[in-house]
């Protein structure tokens, strides 16, 4: 049974950068054919994708948010991580790690999610 | 605003079928798999239906789906009060995007 588990700060600063990892255990990223995801869940609202890593290092993100984020992997410590830059109150949200088993949004893996808020 | 278009509640009594809608285009419900999810309160989501109409093994078969176009539904049928959720539709885009639906709040009355 695969388990996902986000962290990192629970307040960043505005303008400045959002860093999380998710820690990878029951499943080794090296040699699995999934996808590592992570999705977001503004206070209220709905669930949006943020964008995908596969274990080689090849990355997909949301065309919204493109310019400011980066998905990088290390499966020697079966994780990966996700940085945010310049962020604002619009990026306070429920932020969730996932593993898809099929590239097309099938994820069947979730971290249990980590609250994120942009204040000062 | 998503591009997949979903009704922002529905509502049933115990033991009754409801269904749930997602509308979307050829670039993403025409050509690629729909699944489904379930968020609890306070839970984070759970795949419910994948590939268009599978269910995983631990999901009752009491939820199923379909697909026809550019749209799929999801249907709830003997429904229960633990079946209050907030349910979410998910489609790949060809646009190199991945997408959720608007998500649809049940209400078991």
């Known amino acids: 049974q695969v388990l996902l588990r986000e962290s990192g700060p629970g307040l960043v600063q505005p303008s400045q950068t959002l860093s999380l990892t998710c820690f990878v255990s029951g499943d080794s990223m090296r040699s699995s054919d999934d996808y590592w995801g992570w999705i977001r869940q503004h206070p209220g609202r709905g669930l949006e994708w943020i964008g995908y890593?596969?274990?080689?290092?090849?990355?997909f993100y949301n065309p919204s948010l493109k310019s400011r984020v980066t998905i990088s992997v290390d499966t020697s410590k079966n994780q990966f991580s996700l940085k945010l830059t310049s962020v604002t109150a619009a990026d306070t949200a429920i932020y969730y790690c996932?593993?898809?088993?099929?590239?097309?949004?099938?994820?069947?893996?979730w971290g249990q999610g980590l609250l994120v808020s942009v204040s000062s | 605003q998503s591009v997949l278009t979903q009704p922002p509640s529905v509502s049933g009594t115990p033991g009754q079928t409801v269904t749930i809608s997602c509308s979307g285009s050829?670039?993403?419900?025409?050509?690629?798999?729909v699944n489904w999810y379930q968020q609890l309160p306070g839970t984070a989501p759970k795949l419910l239906i994948y590939n268009n109409n599978e269910r995983p093994s631990r999901v009752p078969d009491r939820f199923s789906a379909s697909k026809s176009g550019t749209s799929a539904s999801l249907a709830i049928s003997g429904l229960q009060f633990e079946d209050e959720a907030d349910y979410y539709c998910a489609a790949w885009d060809d646009s190199l995007n991945g997408s959720f639906g608007g998500g649809t709040k049940l209400t078991v009355l």
């Open positions: 890593i596969y274990y080689s290092g090849s990355v």
């Open positions: 996932a593993r898809d088993s099929s590239s097309w949004l099938r994820f069947d893996s």
């Open positions: 050829s670039s993403n419900i025409g050509g690629n798999p």
